[in-house]
C-alpha cells in the first residue's frame, strides 16, 4: 500500500511538471531550462534591472527622461552594431544596452546630442582599448569619467532616486554575477571613511547616497571588466 501511494504521488508530480511545460511551451518556451539560463544570465539580469529603474527615473523626472534613455541606448547599439558588422562579428548588443542605460541613469545633459556623444565615445572605446581582445575599462564609466570634463554636463545619477529598488535589484544582479566582494569592500570602505571622517552624519550620508548605490552595485560590477 505505500509503494502504491508513493508511485501514484510520483506519477502525480511528473503530470503536474508535464502540464508546466506545455504551459511554457505555450509561451514560446521549450523547456523550464530555456527560462532558467535567461535569468541567470547576468546580461539580461542587468539589462531588467536597468530597464526597471530607468522606468522608475522616467515616472519621477517626466518624459524628458525618457528620451535621453531612447538616445542614449539607441545610439550605444548602433555604433555596436555598426562595428561589429564591419568585423564580421554580429552579434545581439546586450552590453551596448547596458552601457548606453548606464549612460541615461548616471548623466545629465540639456541637450541630446550631448547624450549621443557620451555613448558614442562609450561604444568606440569598448572596441579600440583592448588588451589580449578583450576591453579592459568598463565602457559607460569610461565616457563618464572623461567626457564629463570637456562637455557641458554632469552628473545626475537619476539612477538612485529609490534607492529601495537599486539596493533589490542589485543584490539580485551580483547574485546571479557571483561578485559580492567588489560591493561589500566597496561599501565597506566607504562607509568607514565616512564614519571617521564625519562621524554619525556620515552613517546617515551613507544611507540616503542613491550615487553610491547604484555605482557600487552597477557600475563597479560589470560583467567583463
Do not use: C
Not at 504551459?23 to 534591472?49: C, E, L, Q
Not at 549612460?103 to 556623444?117: G, Y
Not at 539580485?172 to 570602505?189: E, K, S
Request: without cysteine.
Amino acid at each position: 500500500g505505500k509503494v502504491k501511494t508513493q508511485t501514484i504521488s510520483y506519477l502525480g508530480t511528473n503530470l503536474e511538471v508535464a502540464k508546466a511545460r506545455e504551459v511554457a511551451a505555450d509561451f514560446g518556451f521549450a523547456n523550464f531550462g530555456v527560462i532558467r539560463n535567461w535569468f541567470t544570465d547576468v546580461y539580461n539580469v542587468m539589462i531588467v534591472a536597468q530597464a526597471i529603474i530607468s522606468s522608475y527615473a522616467i515616472y519621477k523626472i517626466g518624459l524628458g527622461f525618457l528620451w535621453q534613455a531612447l538616445v542614449a541606448v539607441g545610439v550605444a547599439v548602433a555604433v555596436d552594431l555598426t562595428i561589429k558588422y564591419y568585423k564580421h562579428k554580429l552579434a545581439f548588443p546586450r552590453s551596448a544596452i547596458i552601457s548606453g542605460l548606464i549612460i541615461a541613469n548616471v548623466l545629465a545633459a540639456s541637450q541630446l546630442w550631448i547624450i549621443a556623444v557620451f555613448a558614442f565615445v562609450a561604444i568606440a572605446l569598448k572596441h579600440i582599448i583592448k588588451f589580449d581582445g578583450k576591453h579592459i575599462f568598463n565602457p559607460a564609466n569610461l565616457a563618464l569619467a572623461s567626457l564629463v570634463f570637456l562637455l557641458p554636463a554632469s552628473h545626475g545619477w537619476a539612477g538612485g532616486l529609490s534607492i529601495p529598488l537599486v539596493i533589490v535589484l542589485g543584490l539580485a544582479t551580483i547574485f546571479v554575477l557571483g561578485r559580492l566582494h567588489l560591493p561589500a569592500v566597496f561599501f565597506g570602505t566607504y562607509l568607514v571613511l565616512l564614519l571617521v571622517t564625519q562621524g554619525a552624519i556620515g552613517l546617515e550620508k551613507f544611507i540616503s547616497d542613491g550615487a553610491m548605490w547604484f555605482f557600487g552595485f552597477f557600475m563597479l560590477t560589470e560583467p567583463v571588466t
